[in-house]
């Protein structure tokens, strides 16, 4: 670990000082929390009481056997506390409250985040699917042992061949008439289900996902309730599997593989709630569309992706309470002065790398917020319409992605701006990161969830014209592209040159001010969508393999496209947040913070807004320097910001975000005190130097 | 893992499709791969035979205390097998070849990069030490046990308190001349050694990094032999320790913390080749300046820099073996046709992830060969002039963070790019990134290296003028800020707008140029650099604290300057690799290569470009649309792209990049055929409604 310095010494100049901050605003901590804590606080701290317990954390340097072990029996810690069934109905001992369930299931991550995934395969995935996708006789039968863990159980939906695109899925449920049976099978290897929780060692049954095929007919995929192993642990006949072994992270959740060889389940088996077979063979379903059958059945499964969006809040807040305490107390280099060195936080580059972090997540958690109130709407039935349940899968598709990429990127710059300390395990950021890298994959892989989001976008452009004859549309599409003209043309560009020129203050004022920051963001996303929908508007009335070429040739942008729209949702979701904050201390603050947020949207997305004329050059030239300044301003309320994200030593647990840096900084200064004051300390030589060098000259 | 479709179905929209390639040229993948090897090929085949032996491989899956063992018997392996004295002297039984040397061991992070750091703290760190800072005797007594592994050893340097800084570590050697003794002393917690290799267990002496105090003077950072252990591994008197416990990686290695109290050692345990203390106490030094000669002495360690660059590159080319590899076997959805689903590879957004990676990963393997040529030149004594040393240590402290950091990110974009099958360990890419992690900030912390190399770039800068008198000096000011302004006004970029007017593909022509891509990368660091020192150019002549406030203002500024230099670096050994290609088709598919590397720089940075009217807005438009046709273009040279990088199956050890993939592929194709063939298939659903529809409509 080695550092040298290259410069001569006649060039030697000091690095580093804290700006001064003048302004008085007090963050009032206790507030903030209340407000980050959100509508189902009460649900939050009940839940973080409980993820604060030795029995719930995670024991770094276990084996993965143990692991797995001390997970499994901590689920059944979670049924005794009660901190499960929330979702389920009252009648069963649940409390049909879907939003507080999401709040207080999402908050387990911090104890230990196999736990949160474990205990979401049984309860989030597999009894959801019992739940959800199920009828009547189903729930009586199994959700009681689903409930109370006698029946361990598996989500059997993904397999080696096909994640993300479900409906591809190999393993085939054919109907048998004269036994009254489904036949599950997986023709060949691809077909197996792969990556399974609870599927290596622990699950007894398992909702598995197949091609129904009745009378030569395949009416796409459904679930199957399938038994998968007797009470000694061994496969029922017909079954098999493999351990997936370890994992990048994890590895307190046994996954595997699972095959099936012509095994027969009987045909009430069927979770039959979206479609049935009667003892005929018959097929029917209240949802006429197959394609509207399968988007139902599998939107029902949202939560998963809503739990894993709030997860990576919750991750990221640990990660940020524990490095910016860290930064304000470690010290490194003293550029300032000869005797003392300079805190982390007060250098601009640290200021760069963990308070956009902080801004970013603030806007992850108010967005995440407002995908519970539209899950908590939905699954309460009382907001759920199709477009209702449209807009759920838009909101978690969009933002699950930039929450789980966000929380990666926050583990990874706080473990090294911690330095050799972040990569200690009794640190946690690597064990965090290791656990949560597979959320940007898992429940949707997220390049595949933002081409989602991108076509929806395209297809509430569409919607906007629906009924409009074709005259209209074309003219607006040349009104769109007069625009375009102008921009680049450089004319608007030009006029806001003129306007700023002379007055870098005014458009500071101007890019802080709340409606430029949205005008920029929103119109960007209109721009965008508007422009592929140009490209793409040949796309309907081409053949197959021209339009799938078409579109491949703007895959980059649509999914760019996606990411500026879900980007806009944090924005907004974040300045709604502001307009509740009742403390004007802590509103002044926030809104720094928000404004940081919304001017590093716009400063990582800069080429476009200057080469769509959106900004003049002169203009966006001020924003880096308005950025350092802002930097500078929250640099004082750093902590009170990652205090209120209300985590305890008992959720945090990591040695240098709890005190262990100040302790020893404490002690060197005080030996360096005691030095000073005995005349202890030996001369620096380098002074020595000066000094007769001073003595020669006179 | 739920996917659902959100479009309603007529506005379902196919995604993907290939472009079809034109382009004849064809890579001589041997060619191309013996041009990979560099220099020192040879070397380099010998350590891939030895990192392919599974002697030396990494088992998954042990516990950390297994997994110490076997990489502390490994090393004594690497022995037997003559794979680690290159660097040491040829009288006793190395080679003197610094090059090969680096070359062969960052090889060996492909067997197990604990190994590779192992090996590199007893050679490359504690056997260097001695080499390099100590002199005749110490290297008689004690190199031939470090190079047979007699002595396993430790190299003392960081502390708890101080990583990067190093200058100011606190452990103290004061000599006493009653007893021709140094006393050893941590003062207090944060001035134990930390994070020491070999320290936890196998370290039986270690190079100690402390002031020389003397006579009452504190000389500086030297460093001393100190022995550590017992032979029956309990610590010697005063000396104790503690071990640093799980690490987010490289748990083959016994890391540890030291402390020393009042520890005495022999006055000739003083590594002296940079500076003695007598007898009598008087210290003597050939170099003078203080500050030079901690940067010669600290200079000599550059090596480790070197190798981490190189393993770097190394684990990035496994990684994209592997993904790319996968991507043109792994099939997912069917946009393009009802039949077949497209391999991930033909996915533009799949092309946007990876091939610039590729890219990337060949202009960071070509800048590293540059680096080792210029070691071996310092180290050879061929060419180590002062400025030499100094050059090195720049390019260092320039292309390590970015080969890096290049890593981290391949690795983790290679591990989503192939979903749940990058999870899983036996694909590897976890463990390597966790294991390359620590690379980020050891042996110098990036941020901190990229800070140096700034200061270089100024220092440079300010020597350009040395002598010239002020005048000029001022009139070379106002001829920048002029350029500056010009720039503002953006009359360059109005000419630029002239000249391109309506032509898209005169602009691509003109990015596709050489000259060009040179003109604006060099442009844009030297732009920079000038910039800052105008920015800065104040600060020697101020208080220390205010100059300090000034730089702080830059800091993020000189960072982004140091890695743009750095990137025009990679970019110029990438250009200067393509003159030595001779092959035609090769020639030209490493330029489309290096192409994308360069255009990728820019799109990066397009906003700063826009703003100093470098380039138009209508060029800059230009520059995303050709970028996605290098791509299609690169698409079908992919794999032979990554197999040139030479690694084989015994290094890559990945299932899904050794074929897994595509024997499943192809299974569940024949199954496919079979089916159709015997008129088994079952209808679609939505088939027989379409049917029916026709019927009923006729």
């Not at 689920?75 to 369930?101: K, T």
């Not at 001010?513 to 081409?542: I, K």
């Not at 509740?580 to 949207?601: A, E, H, I, N, S």
């Not at 320097?625 to 008992?650: C, T």
Request: glycine letters at 8%; aromatic letters at 8%; a negative charge.
């Amino acid at each position: 670990m080695t550092q040298t310095s290259m410069t001569p010494p006649e060039l030697e100049v000091p690095a580093t000082m804290t700006i001064a901050d003048n302004d008085q605003a007090v963050v009032n901590v206790a507030a903030l929390g209340e407000q980050l804590l959100g509508r189902w606080a009460a649900t939050r701290r009940t839940a973080r009481e409980l993820a604060g317990r030795p029995e719930v954390h995670r024991i770094e340097g276990l084996s993965p056997a143990e692991h797995r072990v001390r997970c499994f029996d901590q689920l059944h810690y979670l049924v005794e506390h009660q901190a499960v069934h929330r979702a389920f109905p009252a009648a069963l001992g649940g409390s049909d409250d879907h939003g507080g369930n999401i709040a207080g299931f999402e908050e387990l991550v911090v104890a230990d985040p196999s736990l949160q995934i474990k205990a979401g395969v049984q309860w989030g995935l597999f009894g959801a699917a019992v739940l959800h996708l199920g009828t009547a006789e189903h729930h009586q039968a199994w959700l009681p042992g689903i409930m109370n863990m006698e029946i361990p159980g598996c989500f059997a939906m993904t397999e080696t061949g096909h994640g993300s695109d479900v409906a591809s899925i190999a393993t085939t449920a054919v109907f048998d008439p004269h036994t009254q049976e489904f036949v599950i099978h997986t023709p060949f290897r691809a077909a197996w289900k792969d990556y399974i929780g609870n599927a290596a060692v622990d699950g007894r049954a398992a909702v598995v996902f197949a091609q129904l095929i009745t009378q030569g007919v395949n009416h796409g995929v459904h679930a199957f309730y399938v038994e998968l192993r007797e009470r000694s642990g061994d496969f029922l006949p017909g079954i098999g599997g493999e351990d997936n072994g370890l994992k990048g992270g994890l590895n307190g959740i046994d996954n595997g593989r699972l095959h099936f060889t012509q095994v027969r389940i009987p045909r009430t088996n069927l979770l039959n709630r979206y479609g049935n077979v009667d003892d005929d063979g018959t097929y029917t379903s209240t949802i006429a569309s197959p394609g509207r059958r399968f988007f139902t059945m599998l939107g029902t499964l949202v939560q998963g992706r809503v739990s894993l969006d709030g997860a990576a809040v919750a991750v990221s807040k640990l990660a940020l309470k524990t490095a910016v305490q860290y930064a304000t107390e470690r010290r490194q280099f003293n550029a300032a002065s000869d005797l003392t060195e300079e805190v982390l936080m007060d250098y601009q580059r640290h200021q760069r790398r963990l308070l956009p972090l902080v801004a970013a997540t603030y806007a992850t958690s108010f967005a995440h917020e407002e995908l519970l109130e539209k899950l908590n709407g939905v699954f309460s039935g009382e907001h759920d319409s199709d477009e209702d349940r449209q807009d759920l899968e838009t909101l978690a598709a969009a933002l699950k992605p930039l929450s789980t990429w966000h929380a990666l990127n926050t583990l990874q710059e706080c473990r090294e701006a911690c330095g050799g300390a972040g990569f200690l395990t009794e640190n946690r950021f690597t064990s965090l990161r290791a656990d949560l890298d597979i959320y940007t994959t898992f429940e949707g892989d997220n390049n595949v969830l933002l081409q989602l989001v991108a076509k929806r976008l395209l297809a509430d452009f569409a919607n906007e014209f629906r009924g409009v004859d074709f005259g209209v549309l074309a003219r607006y599409v040349v009104t769109q592209a007069a625009e375009r003209t102008i921009h680049r043309t450089g004319l608007r560009r030009v006029l806001q040159s003129v306007v700023d020129t002379g007055s870098e203050k005014k458009s500071a004022i101007a890019l802080r001010d709340e409606n430029t920051q949205h005008e920029l963001l929103c119109g960007r996303v209109e721009s965008m969508v508007s422009e592929l929908a140009g490209e793409l508007r040949g796309a309907r009335r081409m053949p197959q393999a021209k339009a799938a070429a078409l579109f491949n040739e703007h895959q980059n942008e649509l999914i760019d496209t996606a990411r500026a729209h879900a980007e806009l949702l944090q924005w907004e979701a974040f300045t709604a947040a502001l307009k509740q904050t009742g403390d004007p201390g802590t509103k002044q603050v926030l809104t720094w913070l928000r404004d940081l947020f919304g001017l590093t949207l716009i400063e990582n997305n800069l080429a476009w807004y200057l080469m769509h004329g959106r900004l003049s050059a002169q203009r966006a030239r001020t924003l880096g320097p308005y950025i350092n300044r802002l930097l500078a301003k929250l640099r004082p309320h750093s902590v009170d910001l990652v205090d209120a994200f209300g985590y305890g030593p008992e959720h945090i647990r990591m040695a240098i975000g709890t005190g262990a840096e100040k302790e020893r900084q404490d002690e060197a200064m005080a030996y360096a005190r005691r030095q000073r004051a005995s005349g202890d300390s030996p001369i620096d030589e380098k002074t020595l130097i000066a000094r007769r060098e001073k003595a020669d000259a006179s």
